[in-house]
């Protein structure tokens, strides 16, 4: 297609070859080959086209001189610019059949005449014909006014901002029309087809629309024409109804407020639902009308639509406004009748009112009714039933059988109840076997043989009442049930039935015509017993379905006490049972509990119960003291307690040691201390304890002296285990019983190592020891033996001689000395001085012996008697120093006093009372005691004063 468009374009800006001109394209078509000449083409076109006038078919040869790159430039821009443009350019001629150029622009022309289509001229510029302007080429030699696609605009669906543009079109097969649209000074362009929407335009104001055609022919010349300016009213707002006034008929006024201000006419339209259009006055120009004869509770669709002012006047959309007048009290059902009556519904037939006067949604039924013909009112009821479109109404509710009605009719629409109604008379439902009778309580007492029981009639007797019949079924002492019949009149079969063949029919009672109280005695009942009378009633339906069951209770007596006797514990079952007190009665209780013997607290308990047994829990300890306390009871007071103690079995492993631990731990023992399982898990009787090494084979056993089973709290044990040296131990303890194979819960002390006991060094210290005593007895010896030598020697430093007084058998029996010392300790006894010459370490004789030395120091005398000193030292040495009692000593005194007399030499030693004194701690009597003595011997303690110095020297 482009390259034909192109052909077509060098045709017309370098015109047609003359026919005389042409050659066969065959014979003289030569093809350049040098660098001026770009191609040379032969085409041969055979063109047959249809004219609107005609059909011809022709065949034309023509030669199209094609441009060469050397001498020719083509500028193609606009259509204007092509007939303007003078170009020279050198030319090679050709055949070319063309089929779809038109013939006019095939026509070669020097001036206009040449043309000869209609409305053709020619383009003396390029030598082609062409259509004059304002015309455009729609075939191959026809010329077509453009005005001929001038738009005829139209409009639609015009809204209050919107406008719908239409307008028409020519459709000519080879020329493109598209369209520019014009409103408002606004345009639209590049439109292909009609229709086009233009929005946002304002609401009840004029608009222009003009629509321009541009129209391009086969030539490809452009052509316009713009159709006449069309104006059009958008359309108005709708008005604003006033709708909040409310409606009551028959007159209402509809008002409304209008919101655009040039309004000519108002069009007014009044639909009543479901009755089509009522009349109005139209068209209005007031903003309100009034409306009569209107019906109440009606819906009402009132329309108003808004014309603006001319010219082009618009209308609005439709204001609408559904309104309801207000309902006013209907009118009664025009007919009513019952269609059907059964035993619990009654279906009646209701025809509406001719007034309703709103919308009916249904009807109230009033029911009244009796049960009995003797009660003084109706009891009534209401029931509302909704709108039915079979027009019956089926009434449940407040039916029952046998019952004879009065029911009344009201209409109901939406908004009232009609005040009057229609009422139907007497109507009665079928009868059905009667309810159940109503207790009533009778004010007679209690005894312990008969009882008066009383009812009342049925408060539903779903018929005539005709009849009751009482069952006695229940007690002890009744072998077959006991049956009582009150009728009023003679019971009969045909009422009644046959008896029941288990029954003994006991008497029979006449009631009174609407009686409503029954009173019944039975008799010969059994005291504390609980009876139970079964009531019903009969009507021409029948018997009662639902019988009334009435209970009577006797007197009861308070009852004995279960005996200890009678008690059995099943240690198998785990069940206590006891045997049951005498008592000629039905409400004999038990009130049970189970208490913890040693605890004292109650583990269970379980009140009024009937059976003389109570089932212990599994739960209960092992080899456990309980106690079951049992207290009979009645209605007339409860018995002594009775108290059962029992033990549960063992059972289960026997409890496991509390705390074991060492508290004292050698190489070879250990002493192991632990309390004994709580009572509540001992699980049997334990009578001792044993000890397995896990790590060894040494068992040890411990056995309970006194073993106490059911001490609450648990005592303390210890035992002694003897172990081996450097041996592993993990050491069980669990306890044993007197049960055999009984098992026991095992505990564990933590393993340990026993430790090597140092080597035996008891010979080795019995030894050290001996010898110890050996050497201690001989220090001893040498402290006797010294004590004794210093003894001897003091005294006879005290008696100044070393003779001896010698036995019957020539022994020494006395030392002088010795008898001295002891005299001297003896006087100062005998006196009372020791305390006074007691020194800061207490009375010792040696200080005494001492202090006389020291007093008779200055004494210069001592008797030199070798012979008599070693003598008396040899004596002391072979014989064991002599003791003398009290008249020894007092002849010894006498003896050195006579002495002491021979002797002559005396010595004053007044002068060393107060030094002697202070360094002896002497009282004055005591060192005047002293003195005294001394100087009874100065003579001699003079001599063993030298004698004692003599000795230390040598």
Not at 142 to 149: E, L, S
Not at 411 to 426: E, G, H, K, P, R
Not at 560 to 584: A, H, L, M
Not at 709 to 721: G, V
Request: overall charge negative; proline content about 5%; hydrophobic content about 35%.
């Amino acid at each position: 297609m482009a390259i034909l468009r192109g052909l077509l374009v060098l045709f017309v800006l370098f015109g047609s070859i003359p026919s005389g001109n042409t050659q066969n394209v065959t014979d003289e078509t030569t093809v350049a080959e040098d660098t001026t000449t770009e191609a040379v083409i032969s085409v041969t076109t055979e063109t047959s086209t249809a004219m609107e006038a005609d059909t011809t078919e022709s065949s034309t040869n023509v030669t199209v001189a094609m441009v060469t790159n050397a001498t020719t430039t083509v500028m193609m821009t606009t259509t204007a610019e092509m007939e303007t443009e003078q170009t020279t350019m050198e030319t090679t001629t050709m055949y070319i059949p063309m089929t779809t150029l038109a013939p006019i622009i095939l026509t070669n022309c020097t001036d206009n005449d040449t043309c000869t289509a209609s409305n053709s001229i020619c383009n003396i510029a390029i030598g082609v014909c062409q259509c004059e302007d304002k015309y455009v080429l729609v075939n191959d030699t026809i010329c077509r006014t453009v005005d001929a696609f001038k738009a005829n605009v139209t409009f639609k669906n015009v809204t209050d901002n919107s406008v719908l543009v239409d307008w028409t079109t020519v459709d000519i097969s080879g020329v493109d029309v598209y369209y520019e649209v014009i409103f408002n000074n606004t345009t639209l362009l590049n439109i292909s087809a009609p229709p086009q929407l233009i929005t946002n335009l304002s609401n009840g104001e004029v608009q222009s629309v003009q629509v321009t055609s541009i129209v391009k022919g086969r030539d490809d010349r452009t052509e316009t024409v713009m159709s006449e300016v069309s104006l059009i009213r958008t359309a108005p707002l709708m008005p604003i109804f006033n709708n909040s006034i409310p409606y009551e008929a028959p007159n209402v006024t509809i008002m409304w407020t209008p919101r655009n201000p040039d309004v000519d006419l108002y069009y007014i339209y009044l639909k009543p639902e479901g009755h089509g259009t009522m009349s109005v006055d139209n068209p209005t120009n007031e903003t309100s009308l009034s409306l009569t004869d209107l019906k109440p509770g009606t819906n009402y669709m009132f329309t108003v639509i808004q014309q603006t002012n001319g010219p082009y006047a618009s209308n609005s959309s439709e204001a609408t406004l559904n309104i309801r007048t207000e309902s006013t009290e209907p009118g009664p059902p025009t007919a009513v009748e019952v269609v059907d009556a059964g035993q619990r519904n009654i279906s009646i037939n209701v025809t509406d009112t001719d007034t309703p006067n709103g919308d009916i949604i249904g009807y109230r039924f009033h029911i009244m009714y009796k049960f009995y013909p003797d009660e003084v009112t109706y009891r009534v009821n209401t029931d509302f039933l909704r709108k039915m479109m079979s027009n019956i109404y089926v009434l449940e509710r407040h039916i029952y059988p046998g019952v004879q009605y009065k029911i009344a009719v009201f209409t109901v629409n939406d908004a009232f109840n009609s005040s009057s109604n229609v009422t139907l008379q007497d109507i009665t439902t079928l009868p059905d076997t009667p309810g159940q009778v109503e207790s009533y309580s009778s004010s007679n007492n209690k005894t312990t043989s008969y009882a008066v029981i009383s009812w009342r009639r049925p408060s539903h007797p779903n018929g005539n009442m005709k009849a009751y019949r009482a069952v006695l079924d229940s007690g002890p002492d009744i072998t077959s049930c006991r049956i009582y019949y009150l009728c009023l009149d003679v019971c009969n079969n045909t009422i009644l039935g046959p008896p029941k063949d288990t029954c003994t029919i006991s008497n029979d009672t006449t009631l009174m015509e609407h009686q409503t109280i029954m009173y019944l005695l039975v008799d010969n009942l059994r005291l504390g017993t609980t009876y139970t009378l079964s009531v019903v009633g009969y009507n021409e339906a029948g018997e009662g379905k639902n019988p009334r069951r009435v209970s009577l209770t006797t007197k009861s007596k308070r009852p004995d006490q279960v005996e200890i006797g009678s008690f059995n514990f099943d240690k198998q079952r785990y069940i206590v049972t006891w045997r049951s007190p005498s008592f000629p009665g039905e409400d004999l209780r038990y009130n049970v509990s189970l208490e913890d013997a040693l605890r004292e607290y109650v583990v269970l308990s379980s009140n009024n119960r009937n059976e003389t047994s109570f089932s212990l829990p599994n739960t209960l300890h092992k080899f456990y003291n309980y106690t079951v306390v049992v207290v009979a009871q009645t209605s007339a007071g409860a018995a002594n307690p009775t108290r059962y103690p029992f033990r549960t079995p063992y059972g289960g492993k026997l409890g496991a040691p509390q705390g074991p631990k060492i508290i004292e731990y050698t190489c070879e023992r250990i002493k192991i201390t632990w309390f004994e399982p709580d009572v509540r898990v001992r699980n049997g009787p334990i009578t001792g304890y044993k000890f397995k090494n896990k790590d060894g084979n040494e068992v040890w056993t411990y056995t309970i002296s006194r073993p106490e089973y059911w001490a609450t709290q648990s005592k303390q044990f210890t035992h002694d285990l003897n172990i081996k040296q450097l041996t592993s131990y993990f050491i069980e303890i669990y306890a044993f019983s007197s049960i055999s194979n009984q098992e026991a819960n095992i505990i564990t002390i933590r393993k340990f190592q026993s430790t090597e006991c140092p080597k035996d060094n008891t010979p080795e210290i019995v030894g050290i020891v001996f010898a110890f005593l050996i050497l201690l007895g001989i220090c001893l010896a040498v402290i006797i033996f010294v004590y004794r030598k210093k003894v001897r020697e003091i005294a006879l430093l005290l008696t100044g001689t070393s003779s001896f007084t010698s036995d019957i058998n020539g022994r020494p029996t006395r030392c002088f000395a010795t008898s001295f010392a002891l005299d001297l300790s003896f006087d100062i006894k005998k006196k009372g001085l020791a305390p006074q010459i007691r020194g800061p370490k207490g009375f010792r004789t040696e200080d005494l012996i001492v202090a006389r030395n020291e007093i008779v120091s200055s004494i210069q005398f001592r008797k030199r008697h070798d012979d008599e000193e070693q003598h008396t030292e040899r004596a002391l040495e072979l014989s064991p120093l002599i003791q003398t009692d009290e008249y020894d000593n007092t002849a010894l005194i006498v003896q050195v006093n006579e002495e002491e007399k021979k002797k002559k030499e005396t010595f004053n030693v007044q002068n060393n009372y107060t030094h002697y004194a202070k360094k002896w701690y002497l009282s004055k009597p005591a060192l005047s005691f002293l003195v005294e003595k001394s100087s009874e011997n100065t003579h001699i303690l003079q001599q063993n004063i030298n004698l004692s110095k003599l000795g230390e020297s040598s």
